[in-house]
């Protein structure tokens, strides 16, 4: 990572509170994930270039073995799609804006109920 990721790089995740600075911060990122979901894969989706922009659409996948962000294992597989902006400069990653379904995976961990119909709404 110290390779493509400047060490003023900022991570930009509304989804993830705390600093994420560097390359150390975006290391902390990822092995939060690789521990919470040992076998998770990354796949990406697509990507389009233009000027000092990189977008890629990617889509990650995996089973919930160890805790993550305060929710205890739950054996569960997940999938995730996000999107993430990155700002390239001299062949390093300056900035990255990620976007992804932070409420889906809640939902897919049992975290957070997933939405139905209102109560009391008559059958259609």
Not at 34 to 46: K, N
Not at 49 to 63: A, H, M
């Amino acid at each position: 990572m110290n390779e493509i990721i400047s060490p003023s790089h900022a991570l930009h995740d509304t989804n993830v509170s705390g600093s994420a600075i560097g390359p150390e911060a975006y290391k902390r990122v990822v092995t939060r994930w690789v521990t919470a979901f040992p076998d998770l894969r990354f796949t990406i989706e697509d990507t389009v270039c233009e000027k000092d922009k990189l977008v890629v659409s990617w889509n990650i996948s995996g089973t919930h073995k160890c805790e993550y962000l305060g929710i205890a294992p739950t054996n569960k597989k997940i999938s995730v799609d996000g999107i993430t902006i990155n700002h390239i400069t001299s062949g390093k990653i300056m900035d990255s804006y990620a976007s992804w379904d932070a409420l889906g995976l809640m939902q897919q961990l049992g975290a957070v109920p997933a939405f139905g119909p209102p109560k009391g709404a008559a059958a259609q």
